[in-house]
Structures are given as structure tokens and as C-alpha cells.
């Protein structure tokens, strides 16, 4: 049965305006790349004993070739289960949405069976459509399931979305929120004139995805024209691959910029360091060829994952990628959370 937002949980709602640490769930494979149910359900526990407000199960960094393997909805499902199972508090869970509009609608239902609250679609195959095109296909699946908007960067299968499409997009009544992941500045901006230029700032929050500038992102506040007047928006929170490893540091890094009232020296320094982690976690060398067995490798060393293995047998770390990774975790090492995933492993697995 289609979901509405105005159907939501409250308290969901209130979590998701208010900003948190939205973390894009991992796919947990075994040595012959079936799904490791345990080490799936570790994860998720890590999560949400580490803080975070939700779950996106089904997006990029959970693989989207789970679609052709038939774990779609065993991960969706198994990601549910665990987090009512494992946290009594309120969680924003998000399901990715991908492909034609009648499959995006199907894993839409699918999502909605298992208690997820949004969907966040991604264009990626819809290449070469028109702005209207785009939006009637949005549109088609926010009947079904409140969306969450994904500008997905260019390098891994995004598609360019201009201003008039995102003012388009938030005209949509359904839609709650959008994952801003460009990597690019002008890109981003188009998102926000976009919902400004829709006059839907108050509806549709905004979250960061650009992984080379979390904190900037988090801290600085885009200044947009409507008419003749300069409307301010803030990016709220993240939902991030980034945030998929060394996620109580993420949490903690979100609750020190919401507390912070003014933006000092230091804060701003951070945004570096952590997108020198990010070039080595995501493989920047590489035009980001190893992003998913990067963070891969960031479990795998913490022990929450037993390999690095993808389903496709080709994605695997780089050349360099592992010294990066090793370089990062050495200069950066107040910045990881290996004392509290240590401490806490043993009931994650269990």
C-alpha cells in the first residue's frame, strides 16, 4: 500500500529535519561471494551502537548488482529485522530505488513491506531523458514511497542534473529530503537554487554525499537568491559511503558541528584530514574504481568484515589503493574508532 509522508512516524521526521548520520549500508560477502548473514547483521549493529540515526540499505555501496543476484530484498530485509530487533529508538530507514520506472515501483513495495520509510532513487539508467521524462518517472514512484532525492556523481554512473530539474523535483509533494553526492561544487549549488526556486527548504532537507567535503558541507551555509531576497539552507546531515566505516567518529564529528555555535579554526581544518581519508577510502587515484573495496578494506582491518570480496570478481582495490589506506589509518588514527569496535565485536558477531 503507497506511504505518504505525512503518514511518517513523527519522530522519524523530527530525526531526519533535524540531521544525522545516515551511514550506506555494506554488502558482507563470504570467500565465495554469497551473503555472510552474520557479519551482515554485525554491521548493522555497529551502526546503530555507534549512533546513527538510519540506514540506506540497497544503495551504491551495498552494491547494485544485488538486483540481478536475488539479494535485493534478503538484504533489505535482513537490514530491518536486525535494526528492530537490535534499537528501540526512532532510525530513518531508506531503501535505494534503481532502474525503469515499473522496477523502481516493485522494490518501492518491497521496501515498504519491510518497514523502510523513503526510497532513494537513482537516475543512473535513465541516461539520455529528458528533464520531463526524468520527472515523470520520479513522480511515478513518490505515489508510492516518500522520496529521497541522489545526485549521484558522474564518475560512478551518475547522471548531470540541472537547477530546473531539481526545482521540478521538489515541486513533488512526496518527496522528503535529497542526498546531494556530485562531488562538485556548481553541481550542488544547482540543488539547492533548486529547492529554493520551489520554495521547499522547510519540506525537503538536504544531506551531504559529496564524501571529499563532508565537513564543509556540514558547516558552511548555502546562500541562494529567491526574487530579491537571499535565502540561507543547511545541509542537515550525511548519508555517505564515507560514513559506512569509522561511523562513531561521524556521529560524533555531526553532534560537534549541531552543537558548535560558531565555526572555529580547527573544525574547518578537519575538512582536510578527512578528505585525505576519503581519497585513499574511495580511491581518487584510481577516478574512484575502489570505493566499495576500500571501505571494504577499513571493516576488514577492524574485523568486521572477513574480506574485501564484491560481487563483481573485478572490483577489488587498486594498485596503491592498500598503502593509501595504511598511510591514512597511520596519520589519522584519532580519527578512526578501532578502540570502540574492538570493545563491542564480539556481540556485533555473536
Known sequence: MPLHRSALPLETVALLRRGTVIPAHPLALDSRRRLDARRQRALTRYYLDAGAGGLAVGVHATQFAIRERGLYEPVLELAAETARDWASRPLVMIAGLAGATARARQEAAIALAHGYHAGMLSLASMKGASVDELIEHCAAVAAEIPLVGFYLQTAVGGIPLSMEFWRRFALIDNVIAIKMAPFNRYRTLDVARGVVAARAEE????????????????????????????????????????????????????????????????????????????????????????????????????????????????????????????????????????????????KWLA
Open 203 to 346: 519540506r525537503v532537507t538536504l544531506y551531504t554525499g559529496n564524501d571529499d567535503h563532508i565537513v564543509l558541507d556540514l558547516v558552511v551555509p548555502l546562500a541562494v537568491r529567491r526574487d530579491a531576497q537571499e535565502v540561507r539552507v543547511r545541509i542537515k546531515g550525511g548519508l555517505l559511503g564515507h560514513w559506512s566505516v569509522w561511523t562513531r567518529s561521524a556521529v560524533e564529528l555531526l553532534d560537534r558541528v549541531h552543537r558548535q555555535q560558531r565555526v572555529d579554526e580547527d573544525l574547518l581544518a578537519l575538512d582536510a584530514r578527512v578528505t585525505d581519508c576519503n581519497s585513499a577510502f574511495f580511491d581518487v587515484a584510481n577516478d574512484f574504481a575502489g570505493c566499495i573495496p576500500g571501505c571494504h578494506e577499513v571493516l576488514r582491518r577492524q574485523g568486521l568484515l572477513e574480506g574485501i570480496w564484491c560481487l563483481d570478481p573485478r572490483e577489488t582495490l587498486s594498485p596503491g589503493q592498500a598503502q593509501e589506506i595504511e598511510r591514512v589509518c597511520r596519520e589519522h588514527a584519532d580519527l578512526a574508532d578501532d578502540e570502540f569496535v574492538r570493545a563491542n565485536l564480539g
